[in-house]
């Protein structure tokens, strides 16, 4: 399977929490794809975000509201197995872990695809591809760390690059139908070299939600724009 459309998937970590649904709203009529959902326990990682009720909320939100974009839940929790049930739950289309943080990786991936959600797993700097090798067959998304996880607003590290290359021969190997996924420093500067390395879904924090100015509806459509023409240029 060669490489898929590509999608862009704002982070809400970076968003207005006190306007989540507005933020959502204009960012995905402003052309992004994916709600990406970042779950910070202050256990596997130090910081503490939003859990399945905020997920529940938005996702009768955005059912009211008719937008059909995927909610992709990257959760950096552990343990993961009670949780993972109350996200899909909530709505989530996408569950993505971490293999350090579960026990019994094939369980928790069993655990996620029984319940009808894409399930995948994350990356951290340091952590090997290796994890992959048995469990092919109940991926269907790659997540490559390109941060230390637990802030938004942190830079690229360039070796990720190599690691994406690495994942997409893996992911053409396969045959199988995987998305490959960044995240962590992706801005406009750096999302053409990112999708040259085989990237197909991209997660941006402070990328997308930071640096614009009123709260125009319209205030995301400049920088999806341009990264949109970024990714026409790779
Ligand atoms: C980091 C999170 C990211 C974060 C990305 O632990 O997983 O999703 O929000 O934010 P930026 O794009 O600002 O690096
Ligand atoms: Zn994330």
Avoid at 126 to 140: P, W
Wanted: proline share 4%; with cysteine.
């Amino acid at each position: 399977m060669s490489k898929k459309e590509n999608w862009i998937a704002p982070s809400i970590l970076s968003a207005d929490f006190a306007q989540l649904g507005k933020d959502v709203k204009d960012v995905i009529a402003a052309g992004a794809d994916v709600v990406h959902f970042d779950v910070m326990d202050n256990h596997y990682v130090s910081n503490l975000t939003i859990g399945p009720l905020v997920c529940d909320s938005l996702k009768n939100f955005m059912d009211r509201e008719g937008i059909k974009a995927p909610i992709d839940v990257h959760l950096m929790v552990k343990p993961v197995d009670r949780i993972i049930p109350d996200f899909i739950n909530a709505g989530a289309d996408y569950v993505t872990f971490h293999p350090e943080a579960s026990e019994h990786i094939d369980g928790s991936l069993g655990l996620i695809k029984g319940m009808g959600c894409k399930a995948g797993l994350v990356f951290n700097p340091a952590t090997s591809l290796d994890y992959l090798e048995h469990v092919m067959d109940k991926i269907d998304m790659i997540l490559i760390m390109s941060v230390n996880p637990g802030f938004g607003g942190q830079s690229f590290i360039p070796q990720a690059l190599e690691k994406l290359k690495a994942a997409r021969k893996l992911i053409d190997a396969s045959g199988r139908d995987i998305r490959l996924e960044i995240d962590g420093g992706v801005k406009v500067e750096n999302i053409r070299e990112v999708a040259e390395a085989g990237c197909d879904t991209f997660v941006s924090g402070s990328g997308i939600f930071g640096n614009v100015g009123a709260n125009d509806a319209n205030r995301y459509d400049s920088v999806i724009k341009q990264m949109r023409e970024e990714l026409a240029k790779a």
